[in-house]
């Protein structure tokens, strides 16, 4: 906390020459609550928030009182305005729903609402204005606050503009848009008259006649007929004139041209899409059918190389077999060279060779055994390696 306060005069003891000189005691600090309350403080906050001078301060609260004063005096002439209580949640409303708030209250004309005539609307005005501007309620203690005095200004410059002023009525919650039935029941005049009076608010010819009594001359009737047909007529008037308007307006016909180019732009992207999806949908199909015959084509030549390859294999396995034959023939079936091999040994050793086959699956094997079997004739121990795989492989 800053305290600003002004040093007094030196003392006569005071010297130039000294740089300082001991003038007199502080005295102790003491710790004490301030709180920001009291006229004097909420004075203080009001020219803080305004930049004001004192003097300029007490001129606007003089103009103030000065206001109040003249407002009272006036009040009495308008009596016509009425005195209707200030709603306490209308006056904390918040001027940005200015739109919400029911704009005849606000300025208390709740009671006239749509006959409220100008001249009322502005004394309202300024009665509303001399009670609640914020300078008056700083003026007499409270703080500044001109959240309801924006209201006011709002309510009062859509009701004295008259297309805003229209718009309002024609919405306005507080008057009754209800219309009797032909089967309401009670006077005519009473149940109708306020239906037409009420309507009227919305003509631009000013005053309108009313649906008038049981008195009403007949020639006040047929006026009322001729008139109704009279609009009517300009009505229909005003619509040939729209329709010829539309007619001939350059702008329709480029608005039309725009939006069936629009629509055609749209039915082409459609069409071509659809196109599109159709060609697509027949390059799929080709696709898979030839995907399919070629499978179908590739899985039938499998099936012709396997049936290749089986028969070839055959012949080899034959082949080897007949080779391994010809190899026990070619040496006497293990009999020394001088000697005839008789048909038992014959037979003997075609037994033993068959239980080699046998035992030798496949062409690697029966290769393996040839092999082995050419090594034995070339080390001359045949006899011995065929024995050898025949209990090999038996």
Sequence with gaps: MVMDFLLPSPPKSWSADKTSAFHAKITTPVNAAIQPVGRHFLAHARRHIHSRTFSEDEKVINEAEA???????????????????????????????????????VLGLSALRYKATED??????????????????????????????????????????????????????????????????GDFYKLYAPVFLRESRFSNTQPVPQLG??????????????????KKEDNQRLREIVDLALSIDPRIKIFKEQANKQRNAK???????????????????????????????????????????????????RKEKKNLKALIKDNNYFLPADQTPGPVEVEKQLE????LLDGAKGLEQLEAVRKTLEDGVKNGNIAEVFKAEVAKRS
């Design 352 to 355: 033993l060779l068959d239980a």
């Design 267 to 317: 039915k082409r992207e459609k069409e071509e899409a659809e196109k599109k999806a159709a060609e697509e949908a027949a390059a799929a199909a080709i696709a898979a059918e030839a995907a399919a015959k070629a499978a179908e084509e590739a899985e039938k030549a499998a099936r012709e190389d396997g049936k290749k390859n089986k028969e070839l294999l055959k012949r080899a396995v």
């Design 67 to 105: 206001a109040a004063k003249a407002a009272n005096g006036a009040a009495q002439d308008d009596s016509d305005l009425g005195d209707e209580p200030e709603d306490p949640a209308m006056l904390r409303r918040d001027p940005k729903d200015w739109k919400d708030q029911d704009q005849y209250a």
């Design 120 to 185: 009322q609307i502005r004394r309202a005005h300024r009665r509303k204005v001399l009670r609640h501007h914020p300078d008056k309620k700083a003026a007499s203690g409270g703080l500044h606050d001109d959240g309801f005095f924006k209201c006011i200004q709002k309510a009062f410059e859509t009701l004295m503009d008259p297309v805003k002023r229209r718009q309002w009525d024609s919405v306005d919650p507080a008057v009754s848009d209800s219309v009797p039935n032909a089967k309401s029941k």
């Design 213 to 230: 009594n049981a008195e009403s001359s007949q020639e006040e009737k047929k006026n009322k007929a001729e008139r109704a047909k009279l």
